[in-house]
């Protein structure tokens, strides 16, 4: 039971971690453009920017979830918020085509911080952090709740290193295979909502 609990929280971190880090937006233009423009050390600068952004969330989450886990409707509240948004996310993904990936060139300066930039102003980096990983990290202990954070962020950052690589060597007919990754996902991603809003259910139930 343990070892499910383990491999649970582990990879749902990864898949979360997998599709925000392909899903099209700010931070995915920005990363292809600066690799375009500036090569795989560009595009490396900008793939480690979730590490600086996402701890201080990480943080956060973890006091708010040791916050509210003795209060079961919070608890389910954001669950269901949660599983919502990953209803949503899902949709997106599946819907996704090739389209969604084109790129202009703008002017992108190479900069860690331009990462970090976008990153924050990022909205959906608040909602998985508040409303999935929250309750997430209720349910887990401290071995739990390292694995989903951890797995999040290194799948995050490795898939983006990936997209790097695969822009650098064979540039935009990358993506001519990324949406079919990305709708693979949102099915996924509807299976871990189903889990999260039961979940949620069960915390309103105590």
């Given at each position: 039971f343990m070892?499910?609990s383990?491999?649970?929280?582990?990879l749902s971190?990864t898949l979360?971690?997998?599709?925000?880090?392909?899903s099209?937006?700010p931070?995915?233009?920005l990363?292809v453009?600066e690799?375009?423009?500036h090569g795989?050390?560009?595009g490396?600068?900008v793939s480690?920017?979730?590490?600086?952004?996402?701890?201080?969330f990480?943080?956060?989450?973890?006091?708010?979830?040791?916050g509210?886990e003795?209060?079961?409707?919070?608890?389910?509240?954001l669950?269901?918020?949660?599983a919502a948004?990953l209803?949503?996310?899902a949709?997106?993904?599946?819907?996704?085509?090739?389209?969604?990936?084109?790129?202009e060139?703008g002017?992108?300066?190479?900069?860690?911080?331009k990462?970090i930039v976008?990153n924050?102003?990022n909205?959906h980096m608040y909602l998985?952090w508040?409303?999935?990983?929250?309750?997430t990290?209720?349910?887990?202990?401290y071995v739990?709740?390292?694995?989903?954070?951890?797995g999040?962020?290194?799948a995050s950052v490795?898939?983006?290193?990936i997209?790097?690589v695969?822009?650098a060597?064979?540039r935009?007919h990358?993506?001519?295979?990324?949406?079919w990754?990305?709708r693979g996902?949102?099915i996924a991603l509807?299976?871990?909502?189903?889990?999260?809003g039961?979940s949620?259910i069960t915390?309103?139930?105590?």
């Open positions: 070892l499910n383990l491999l649970e929280f582990l971190g979360l971690g997998i599709m925000a880090a392909l099209p937006g931070l995915m233009t990363l453009g690799t375009m423009r795989v050390g560009g490396f600068r480690v920017s979730p590490i600086i952004t996402d701890i201080p990480i943080v956060v989450a973890l006091l708010l979830a040791k509210v003795s209060s079961p409707v919070a608890l389910g509240v669950s269901i918020i949660g948004f209803v949503f996310l949709i997106q993904n599946i819907r996704t085509s090739r389209s969604d990936f084109s790129v060139q002017s992108i300066s190479s900069s860690l911080w990462g976008v924050l102003l909205p998985y508040f409303s999935i990983a929250t309750p990290f209720a349910r887990g202990d739990d709740n390292a694995l989903f954070a951890g999040l962020l290194f490795f898939t983006m290193m997209v790097v695969g822009v060597k064979i935009t990358f993506f001519d295979y990324a949406h990754i990305l996902l949102g509807l299976l871990f909502a189903i889990r999260l039961q949620g915390f309103f139930a105590q």
